[in-house]
């Protein structure tokens, strides 16, 4: 049976959790579960140390077939959705598999991660090298999404060796997408060669809208990466 990453183990322990979706309005920074955070040790000067900025969760989400490691549907904003299609049947052309372990994930999720690794006793210094703090996680965004290879252990540093990686080097940059955290990127976070954002313009989430759209599977709650 293949090794699981370490946060999908952490996560199977916290079980399924609702997403808790910000008002349209209410920037990441403010949200609940960022203040929370900051109870676990976060510094206040995090975003500003990091050279990160707070973000949105969007008010609308599409499907994109298949589920996580956990089992629970993936989800990107429509654009990114549309983007990762595209890419994804372009790689296959080439004989390529591209495959999406981790969407959307919430705040909420993310300060539980932060929770759970705390309860295990590692350090917050220790766990903010591996983690964005609630509120900062691209994956927040319906944007980002971990791609994964057949042949490859999920989210780990062996998928720059795919072709794949090499793959996704050469065209995702076409589909708008980009590799967010290379080897010693400025927001001293762990290398993810997995680990690529869609940067392209969002239409659908432009507009005002009450609250986020989900999908009708009650499992569509909890997505299974780290950052």
């Known amino acids: 049976m293949p090794r699981l990453p370490f946060v999908f183990a952490i996560l199977l322990q916290l079980g399924a959790l609702p997403v808790a979706a910000a008002p349209p309005s209410q920037p990441a920074a403010t949200h609940p579960n960022v203040e929370t955070a900051f109870r676990f040790g976060i510094p206040r000067d995090y975003a500003s140390a990091r050279g990160l900025t ?3 969760e969007p008010q609308q989400l599409a499907g994109i077939g298949g589920r996580d490691a956990l089992g629970y549907a993936q989800r990107l904003i429509p654009a990114a959705a549309r983007a990762w299609a595209r890419m994804r049947a372009a790689a296959a052309r080439d004989g390529v598999e591209l495959r999406a372990v981790s969407t959307f994930r919430s705040v909420e999720v993310q300060a539980a991660i932060v929770r759970a690794k705390l ?3 590692q350090p917050i210094d220790a766990i903010l090298r591996v983690n964005a703090a609630p509120g900062y996680s691209e994956h927040h965004s319906g944007r980002a999404i971990d791609i994964a290879t057949s042949g490859y ?7 720059e060796r795919s072709r794949a990686f090499a793959w996704l080097t050469r065209n995702a940059g076409a589909y708008g997408f980009g590799m967010s955290y290379p080897r010693d990127n400025p927001h001293a976070l762990a290398y993810e060669p997995w680990h ?3 940067h392209g313009d969002d239409v659908e989430n432009a507009s005002p809208r009450t609250q986020l759209a989900v999908n009708d599977d009650p499992q569509t709650n909890l997505p299974a990466d780290t950052r």
């Open 54 to 56: 707070s973000v949105r």
């Open 119 to 121: 309860a295990r006793g």
């Open 153 to 159: 252990a999920p989210v780990e540093e062996e998928f």
């Open 196 to 198: 690529w954002c869609w």
